[in-house]
């Protein structure tokens, strides 16, 4: 199964989150995706509180009801979205096709192969018979072509 795109937000982008007993929160918003994202709170909320989350994108404001779910740090908590209006749901898309917001998938997996081709140390030895059987193999293979093709030839 495919991971939903998350998007790392590349300018600092303020979030307000509200509660229906008319606290309030500021924060600022750090990954996001269709399904939630990551904020950064002067505190954690409380887990399976559900709010308002209001934040501007390049694209306009979107509005969200949220879950707030358990924190990960003493300032970081992530959350899931519960309900979008659908011009809220546009203008999200819209920012997301706009790639002005790094795709942190796409950055882990060029991270992944940047480690792996920086650890790659193949062994000399193995090396250097793999190359002699490569080139034997081709040798023969170009022998029996040649047989091959005088064989087939009328003389």
């Not at 887990?47 to 003493?74: D, K, N």
């Not at 992530?78 to 920012?95: H, I, S």
């Not at 000399?124 to 490569?134: A, D, G, I, Q, S």
């Amino acid at each position: 199964m495919r991971r939903i795109s998350r998007f790392r937000l590349t300018d600092a982008t303020p979030a307000l989150v509200q509660f229906e007993d008319g606290y309030h929160v500021t924060g600022e918003l750090l990954v996001i995706s269709h399904h939630g994202g990551l904020l950064v709170l002067p505190q954690p909320v409380l887990q399976g509180s559900v709010a308002q989350l209001m934040f501007q994108t390049h694209r306009g404001p979107v509005i969200g009801t949220v879950e707030m779910l358990m924190p990960v740090t003493g300032t970081q908590q992530p959350f899931r979205f519960l309900a979008m209006a659908d011009g809220d749901q546009r203008t999200l898309q819209t920012a997301f096709q706009s790639r002005l917001y790094r795709n942190i998938d796409e950055d882990e997996r060029i991270e992944e192969l940047r480690a792996m081709v920086a650890k790659w140390k193949p062994d000399p030895v193995r090396r250097y018979f793999v190359t002699k059987l490569v080139i034997a193999m081709l040798t023969l293979a170009g022998c029996l072509a040649c047989a091959l093709y005088r064989h087939l030839l009328p003389y």
